[in-house]
């Protein structure tokens, strides 16, 4: 972290930090240190700080991928932060009972089943170590390492023998056993996020930039040509899945003004067909003829596409409530849940008696400092 005055080019170095670092009356800066927020006091005049920090509140949420704490202060003495929290994989039928959770709890992110359904790779977070990487977790629960380099959002290959992944400089190609890592696309953005697969192989990716519009793009492997843009629009076009027969891309729009999911043929077409009803996001194909998402409310819903030549579809129908978020995060949550074969569901959400994400509010924070949080 850095500071420097608005009347001379020169800035100082002011401390190193998990966070962002927010300046508050009467002169602190508060920011975080592994999983705890600390406020440390701050001589503005001379852009220095002065003390040790002191602990305000413990464990706050990070995003790992963009160093960014959860937690928000007033001007008035009043804080408020999202506590961590850990997210179960959990097996679920089509009528919302469980039956089967599948390895320990933790914090994981965007699962994905490989093609013979033995193995889940997911992305798990360590807070702590301000890192995240990639695991495998077979039927057993067993889990299993992949990753040292701080990947993110696994996707595996058709073939299920490798597996795709973001990382700090590059989209990656690696062994399902975590071997013959390859980089496939530099990140020239900050944000390429895989999604999956292409009827002829190519991979499907979204690309988010700060200041930009999502856009869903192809690109053949290993990369070679121009890469196609598959949704390129004014609005933020994500989370698409191509249905199994290649006919239909499902994807998630704010072009209504709110997250919406949509369904276009694919390749090409002009038309357009709103499915979700009362909003939604994280569209998942159940066969040919089935899609799911999550609605506005946490319910995991159902559209039915009727056969026939043209598109389709029956209004939504509720299949269970869940805990998951229903807030679409651009280039870091691809999918909170997926569907195996055989028609059972993945969940990834707190454990049973886990709220939704909350917030803690601190009145007079200050007061804090001296007692310990």
Same mark, same amino acid.
């Given at each position: 972290?850095?500071?420097?005055?608005?009347?001379?080019?020169?800035?100082?170095?002011?401390?190193?930090?998990?966070?962002?670092?927010?300046?508050?009356?009467?002169?602190?800066?508060?920011?975080?240190?592994?999983?705890?927020?600390?406020?440390?006091?701050?001589?503005?005049? =001379?852009?220095?700080?002065?003390?040790?920090? %002191?602990?305000?509140?413990?464990?706050?949420?990070? !995003?790992?991928?963009?160093?960014?704490?959860?937690?928000?202060?007033?001007?008035?003495?009043?804080?408020?932060?999202?506590?961590? =929290?850990?997210?179960?994989?959990?097996?679920?039928?089509?009528?919302?009972?469980?039956?089967?959770?599948?390895?320990?709890?933790?914090?994981?992110? !965007?699962?994905?089943?490989?093609?013979?359904?033995?193995?889940?790779?997911?992305?798990?977070?360590?807070?702590?170590?301000? %890192?995240?990487?990639?695991?495998?977790?077979?039927?057993?629960?067993?889990?299993?390492?992949?990753?040292?380099?701080?990947?993110?959002?696994?996707?595996?290959?058709?073939?299920?023998?490798?597996?795709?992944?973001?990382?700090?400089?590059?989209?990656?190609?690696?062994?399902?056993?975590?071997?013959?890592?390859?980089?496939?696309?530099?990140?020239?953005?900050?944000?390429?996020?895989?999604?999956?697969?292409?009827?002829?192989? =190519?991979?499907?990716?979204?690309?988010?930039?700060?200041?930009?519009?999502?856009?869903?793009?192809?690109?053949?492997?290993?990369?070679?040509?121009?890469?196609?843009?598959?949704?390129?629009?004014?609005?933020?076009?994500?989370?698409?899945? /191509?249905?199994?027969?290649? =006919?239909?891309?499902?994807?998630?729009?704010?072009?209504?003004?709110?997250?919406?999911?949509?369904?276009?043929?694919?390749?090409?077409?002009?038309?357009?067909?709103?499915?979700?009803?009362?909003?939604?996001?994280?569209?998942?194909?159940?066969?040919?003829?089935?899609?799911?998402?999550?609605?506005?409310?946490?319910?995991?819903?159902?559209?039915?596409?009727?056969?026939?030549?043209?598109?389709?579809?029956?209004?939504?129908?509720?299949?269970?409530?869940?805990?998951?978020?229903?807030?679409?995060?651009?280039?870091?949550?691809?999918?909170?849940?997926?569907?195996?074969?055989?028609?059972? /569901?993945? /969940? !990834?959400?707190?454990?049973?008696?886990?709220?939704?994400?909350? %917030?803690?509010?601190?009145? !007079?924070?200050?007061?804090?400092?001296?007692?310990?949080?």
């Amino acid at each position: 972290m850095y500071a420097g005055s608005l009347d001379s080019p020169e800035v100082v170095r002011v401390l190193a930090a998990d966070s962002q670092a927010v300046y508050a009356p009467p002169g602190f800066l508060v920011f975080v240190r592994g999983t705890t927020l600390v406020a440390q006091r701050f001589d503005a005049r =001379r852009l220095r700080l002065e003390g040790e920090p %002191m602990a305000i509140a413990e464990p706050v949420e990070r !995003n790992l991928a963009g160093f960014r704490a959860a937690f928000s202060l007033s001007s008035a003495g009043v804080l408020a932060f999202r506590p961590v =929290r850990e997210t179960e994989l959990t097996w679920f039928d089509r009528h919302g009972a469980g039956v089967g959770v599948l390895g320990p709890p933790g914090h994981y992110r !965007n699962p994905a089943l490989s093609p013979d359904g033995t193995l889940v790779a997911v992305e798990r977070a360590s807070p702590e170590a301000n %890192m995240s990487d990639l695991w495998t977790i077979d039927a057993r629960g067993v889990t299993t390492r992949l990753t040292f380099d701080r990947s993110q959002m696994p996707l595996w290959s058709p073939d299920g023998t490798h597996i795709v992944s973001r990382t700090a400089h590059a989209l990656t190609w690696r062994a399902r056993t975590g071997g013959d890592v390859r980089d496939l696309m530099p990140r020239l953005d900050p944000f390429l996020s895989p999604l999956g697969w292409t009827p002829d192989g =190519r991979l499907l990716y979204e690309d988010f930039s700060f200041g930009a519009r999502e856009d869903v793009w192809a690109q053949s492997l290993p990369p070679g040509g121009k890469a196609e843009a598959v949704l390129h629009s004014p609005f933020a076009d994500t989370q698409a899945q /191509i249905s199994p027969d290649g =006919r239909w891309i499902a994807y998630v729009s704010d072009e209504s003004g709110r997250s919406d999911v949509y369904v276009r043929q694919y390749p090409g077409g002009d038309d357009k067909w709103i499915v979700s009803d009362a909003g939604g996001i994280e569209p998942q194909w159940s066969g040919n003829t089935e899609l799911l998402y999550l609605g506005a409310d946490r319910t995991l819903m159902s559209v039915s596409l009727k056969p026939g030549p043209s598109f389709a579809a029956l209004p939504p129908v509720r299949l269970f409530a869940t805990r998951m978020s229903v807030v679409r995060n651009a280039g870091f949550t691809r999918n909170q849940y997926l569907v195996a074969k055989d028609g059972r /569901i993945l /969940i !990834n959400q707190p454990p049973p008696g886990g709220a939704p994400p909350s %917030m803690t509010m601190i009145v !007079n924070w200050p007061s804090r400092l001296k007692k310990g949080p």
